[in-house]
T-cell receptor, first 116, second 115 residues
Framework: KQEVTQIPAALSVPEGENLVLNCSFTDSAIYNLQWFRQDPGKGLTSLLLIQSSQREQTSGRLNASLDKSSGRSTLYIAASQPGDSATYLCAVRLPQVNFGNEKLTFGTGTRLTIIP | DAGVIQSPRHEVTEMGQEVTLRCKPISGHDYLFWYRQTMMRGLELLIYFNNNVPIDDSGMPEDRFSAKMPNASFSTLKIQPSEPRDSAVYFC?????????????FGEGSRLTVL
């Protein structure tokens, strides 16, 4: 059974600092990995999607990397801003035995607070 | 596209009442997922559909929960009878088939409180 873990559960950093969020998964046979952001009381917003054949994806100040063999992904946020405060979740999509059958397994999330 | 649309956004009901949550996926998406989020358990997959057919309902907690997808643009999650432990935020999500830009898109969620 795939398990996805995010450490730390909570992180506070001063504004302007660069930071890294971690995600690890137990089954390396993933189809893709997705990073989401969730603001309090809101739904999940997709940030970056990395296919299993890719090593990284970038969007603005965000960079996500994937090391499938070691079961790890990181989300790098450059020059953090108070508006980056949110919970960040990673999720892996495993291809099931039959093509077309898929699930998304979520990590436990990291609650990020950027201190002005 | 308006994204995944869920209703109601908030529901407060009494124990024993029937609850129906609704979802309209993004047009053209082949997959629809129902998730439940609580502080204790995080995000849990309840059930998902592919082309309107339920594929995996192993996450549905018990027989009180049922989900349907009568057509490609509408799905319901029903709880009957509801219990206080069902209080949670229920998310609907949709995505395209594999091999395409297969990101998953979430609705804003339906916050359910059972008294």
């Amino acid at each position: 059974k795939q398990e996805v873990t995010q450490i730390p559960a909570a992180l506070s950093v001063p504004e302007g600092e660069n930071l890294v969020l971690n995600c690890s998964f137990t089954d390396s046979a993933i189809y893709n990995l997705q990073w989401f952001r969730q603001d309090p009381g809101k739904g999940l917003t997709s940030l970056l999607l990395i296919q299993s054949s890719q090593r990284e994806q970038t969007s603005g100040r965000l960079n996500a990397s994937l090391d499938k063999s070691s079961g790890r992904s990181t989300l790098y946020i450059a020059a953090s801003q108070p508006g980056d405060s949110a919970t960040y979740l990673c999720a892996v999509r495993l291809p099931q035995v039959n093509f077309g059958n898929e699930k998304l397994t979520f990590g436990t999330g990291t609650r990020l607070t950027i201190i002005p | 596209d308006a994204g995944v649309i869920q209703s109601p956004r908030h529901e407060v009901t009494e124990m024993g009442q029937e609850v129906t949550l609704r979802c309209k996926p993004i047009s053209g998406h082949d997959y629809l997922f129902w998730y439940r989020q609580t502080m204790m358990r995080g995000l849990e997959l309840l059930i998902y559909f592919n082309n309107n057919v339920p594929i995996d309902d192993s996450g549905m907690p018990e027989d009180r929960f049922s989900a349907k997808m009568p057509n490609a643009s509408f799905s319901t999650l029903k709880i009957q009878p509801s219990e206080p432990r069902d209080s949670a935020v229920y998310f609907c999500a949709s995505s395209l088939i594999p091999g395409t830009l297969g990101g998953v898109f979430f609705g804003e969620g339906s916050r359910l409180t059972v008294l």
